[in-house]
């Protein structure tokens, strides 16, 4: 089975609200994760990533906390935007990059 | 300039026929990859090649066959078209083969089988 996954597939939020979405992993030599956006018709891309040897990490209106005690990974988004409005993917980088199955995040007006 | 690119954007053909995307990259990169995503959006790697080397096959049927000419190209040729092959694939570079490197994303192809 996979090593990652996230906790909802869907998040809906006010705009301007701030966003979390989740992930659990369970490869616990799993030292290296990323956050990927996905929006419509277009290729993941890169948000902000965390190293083991981390447990928080902050990026422009994005913050990644890492637990590694109980192996769960989130992404908050300050002051959600429309364009934020797009898949999330968790993913672990060993050898290979190791994505979850991702939550679809739409940003209500 | 479009760092990632793939073509084509959509494909649509017949159970059993043959075909082949292109991906190229002008960032330089040495390690190529394709990824299949589902249509759950499950995204999932295939292969990596780095420096024209295949480095990493991900139990993939061998109807499929990357070929990699040069570092900046990777193409994916499938062989006997099945329904299941329905999905998008993606394209991707990083710069080396270190899993610390970022890897960018084409806008992938969407392979529909009919």
């Known amino acids: 089975g996979e090593s990652v996954g996230l906790h909802l597939p869907t998040l809906s939020v006010q705009e301007g609200d701030n966003s979390i979405i989740n992930c659990a992993y369970s490869n616990s030599a799993s030292d290296y994760f990323i956050w990927y956006k996905q929006e419509s018709g277009k290729g993941p891309q890169f948000i902000i990533d965390?190293?083991?040897?981390?447990d928080k990490r902050q990026g422009q209106r994005v913050t990644v906390l890492l637990n590694k005690t109980v192996k769960h990974l989130s992404l908050q988004i300050a002051a959600t935007q429309p364009g934020d409005s797009a898949v999330y993917f968790c993913a672990e980088n060993d050898y290979k990059l190791s994505f979850g199955a991702g939550t679809t995040v739409t940003v209500r007006a | 300039d479009t760092a990632v690119s793939q073509t084509p954007k959509y494909l649509v053909t017949q159970m059993g026929n043959d075909k082949s995307i292109k991906c190229e990259q002008n960032?330089?990169?040495?390690?190529m990859y394709w990824y299949k995503q589902d249509s759950k959006k499950f995204l999932k790697i295939m292969f990596s090649?780095?420096?024209?080397?295949?480095?990493i096959n991900e139990t993939v049927p061998n109807r499929f066959s990357p070929k990699s000419p040069d570092k900046a190209h990777l193409n994916l040729h499938i062989n006997s078209l099945e329904l299941g092959d329905s999905a998008v694939y993606f394209c991707a570079s990083s710069l080396t083969r270190n899993p610390g490197n970022e890897q960018f994303f084409g806008p992938g192809t969407r392979l529909t089988v009919l």
């Open positions: 960032l330089g990169h040495d390690t």
């Open positions: 090649y780095n420096n024209k080397e295949l480095i």
């Open positions: 965390i190293r083991s040897n981390m």
